[in-house]
């Protein structure tokens, strides 16, 4: 329970959220405001805004800072830490950041209300591997749900409605066998989804890194991986810019996402170097920091994930028709 404490005053010292894929980011578009943390790049270059949230799936950036990667380009990064994609999408629209990192569904959310974004490179997918990904549902150790169809009915905590969580995890219900439409999702911050699990508030609860391991370290279990169940090869985040400052600024774009690319293409045949940068932008309790399971990252963007994304979206009624997902990729 300590770990837990202490990742709930994390949060709030820090505005951390977790999430996968993500993970940890609203629905909505209305800005929840910013942190003022910051890291950058040294030396001199194009001065350029990121908005990120200080959780896993961005390793690869700092690891990026840290290899000179982003300054081999020209550039000269500045990461500001926001709560989520709710800040970060606004922000980038409006110029705040020139580029952003955010799950996949808030961007097809984002371009259906008309605010126009480009992905400029990927940002984190699923490793694939059913019980061994970055994100899952987990129940206490004696629950009698032994599988994802056995949440039909059931009272499960995300921390967002009406998002990715929710739209994978029905996927993977459907998959099984079960029928979603009785699920009660219950809205709570990552930090406080094991607890709700373990008093009994919820049946179950999704959770990324790092609180997956915080969670199955303390005797919780898996019993389904909504993203690496719903597509093995499921693209949860990407980063991305606005439309307008593409237009304006294709030379930079450009480079950063040539830079971009090497850090995730380090990070993911170093992950030994990306497991040692988290000390550098959160305070993991060691024992877990060496637990967590990383995950995947690649340059390429999983097309076909988002596209698929995009039809869970409207299968739930998050949207009324199939985005247009090739507006949105580069």
Known sequence: MDVITRRRGLLRRRTIVAAAAALTMSAGLAACGGGSDSSSASGEGTSVKVG????????????????????????????????????????????????????TTSLLLAGDKGLKLSAVTAGVSSTGKVGKDFGAVVVPGNSPIKSAKDLAGKKVAVNTLNNINTT??????????????????????FPDIASAVAKGDVDAGQVVEPFLTIATQQGDRQVASNYAGTDPDLEVGMYFTSQNYAKGNAK???????????????????????????????????????????????PKIATESVTKLGELSVTDGLLKSQPDVDALLP
Do not use: C
Not at 87 to 102: K, L, N, T
Not at 268 to 273: I, M, N, R, T
Not at 276 to 295: C, G, M
């Open 52 to 103: 990120v949230i200080p959780i896993i799936d961005v390793a690869p950036i700092y690891l990026g800072i840290k290899k000179g990667f982003f300054k081999d380009e020209g550039l000269n990064l500045k990461l500001e830490t926001a709560q989520g994609g709710a800040a970060i999408v606004p922000g980038v629209v409006s110029g705040q950041y020139q580029f952003g990192f955010s799950n």
């Open 168 to 189: 994978t995890i029905n996927e993977v219900v459907r998959a099984d066998g079960g029928d979603p439409s009785g699920i009660k999702y219950v809205e709570l911050p």
């Open 252 to 298: 930079v774009v450009e480079e950063f996402t040539t830079a971009m690319n090497k850090s995730l293409s380090y990070s993911q045949s170093h992950p030994a170097e990306a497991r040692a940068i988290l000390s550098d932008y959160t305070d993991l309790n060691p024992k877990v920091q060496k637990a967590v399971t990383l995950p995947r990252w690649s």
